[in-house]
């Protein structure tokens, strides 16, 4: 299979090349691709360097599949282009997730919706499919009503940049700004830009993209993301409101039962999910599983994820495997 990894020299690129090598994924010809600036670079992989092309070059080797981590913008303008020589696009930026033309797809909960037909598929936000993940089999048995989540989100979810401010900041280096603030010993209570509702574009997509993965519109979910200073992945407190009632030790083994959740729950031996273990696993975390004391029927849950490898990379992955399974490319 010719595979296209377009932003191949970023944060997720980086990762992609690794999930694609770690699961032996069927690659022939791997086509990295990045923005001009890059053109001729190398990078390697699996044991082999490769040159980076430009988009042009990428689209007239005709790929099957183009694994998208270059910016909405960059969506936008390429993805049709790869689309239209018969590429499957899937696609890691915010572009197309609320196209309702458009599949967004985790594919534990939803892949069976696809088909031949879709050749630009959205993989959701990071911070959403670590919750959706862990939501979905619960949603299932109980009925959620109404979900408040709060994020403490990892500083690779915003690239290099990010990366390379933190790092300044401990080395006393005055450096490029990812952020407005200073990120080093501090949390900073926005995540993206904002919209006209005060909320932020990153809480936002919790609420939209949950209730597209979900099928459900009468969910309601409130969220507040906050970047923190932690590299391993993002962690979640989610308060989540049933319909009806559950038995935690009931909802601990259907999680537990769940492809590709990990329950670490144990008080008596301190055992929780934490970013720093969480580091590049493919797995969704949970843990911190307690009712919710003050009104019925509600739980409390404490959600953690590489958001480089579940969050964006691994799912990525996924959706291609299940795309070469079922023989829909
Ligand atoms: N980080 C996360 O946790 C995460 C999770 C889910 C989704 N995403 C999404 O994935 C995308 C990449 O994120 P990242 O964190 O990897 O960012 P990053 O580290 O800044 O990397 C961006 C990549 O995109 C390439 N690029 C930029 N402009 C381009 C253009 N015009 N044409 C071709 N390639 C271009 C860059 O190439 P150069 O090196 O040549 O500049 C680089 O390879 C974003 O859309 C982001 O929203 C990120």
Same mark, same amino acid.
């Given at each position: 299979?010719? *595979? ?12 992609? /090349? ?8 069927? =690659? ?45 913008? +960059? ?31 985790? &594919?534990?909960?939803? !892949? ?19 919750? *959706? ?29 990010? =990366? ?11 450096? $490029? ?21 005060? #909320?932020? @574009? ?7 993209? +949950?209730?597209?993965? /979900? ?21 979640? !407190? ?33 055992? #929780?999910?934490? &970013?720093?273990?969480? $580091? ?18 509600? /739980? ?9 490898? @579940? ?19």
């Amino acid at each position: 299979m010719k *595979v296209a990894v377009v932003g191949a020299t970023g944060m997720v690129g980086e990762v992609m /090349l690794q999930v694609l090598t770690e699961r032996n994924f069927p =690659v022939t010809e791997l086509i990295p691709v990045a923005s001009e600036k890059s053109v001729g670079k190398e990078i390697e992989f699996k044991g082999k360097k490769f040159k980076v092309v430009s988009m042009q070059t990428a689209i007239d080797m005709k790929p099957e599949i183009a694994i998208f981590s270059a910016g909405g913008d +960059t969506s936008k303008e390429w993805a049709p282009k790869f689309a239209e020589v018969g590429t499957t696009v899937i696609d890691n930026s915010s572009a197309w997730r609320m196209d309702p033309t458009k599949k967004l797809v985790v &594919p534990e909960i939803n !892949a069976s919706v696809l088909t031949k037909d879709d050749k630009i598929i959205a993989n959701p936000n990071c911070s959403t499919i670590q919750m *959706v993940m862990t939501l979905a089999p619960l949603h299932k048995k109980y009925d959620i009503k109404r979900i408040i989540v709060s994020t403490y989100q990892s500083i690779t979810g915003t690239g290099v940049k990010a =990366v390379r401010q933190l790092e300044n900041e401990y080395a006393g280096i005055q450096g $490029e700004m990812a952020y407005k603030y200073p990120i080093h010993r501090n949390a900073i209570p926005q995540c993206d830009v904002f919209e006209d509702n005060g #909320y932020t @574009k990153e809480e936002m997509k919790l609420v939209r993209e +949950t209730q597209k993965i /979900l099928d459900d519109k009468t969910i309601a979910v409130t969220a507040t993301a906050v970047r923190v200073p932690v590299v391993g992945g993002h962690s979640e !407190a989610v308060n989540v409101e049933f319909e009806n009632d559950f038995d935690v030790s009931e909802v601990r083994s259907i999680l537990h039962h769940t492809p590709g959740i990990t329950v670490q729950d144990n008080t008596d031996t301190f055992t #929780y999910p934490m &970013p720093l273990y969480a $580091e590049g696993k493919n797995d969704v975390f949970v843990g911190r599983i307690r009712r919710d004391e003050s009104q019925p029927n509600t /739980l409390n849950m404490w959600i953690v994820a590489d958001n480089l490898r @579940k969050g964006a990379a691994t799912n990525a992955v996924q959706i291609a495997e299940y795309l070469v399974a079922n023989g829909l490319v």
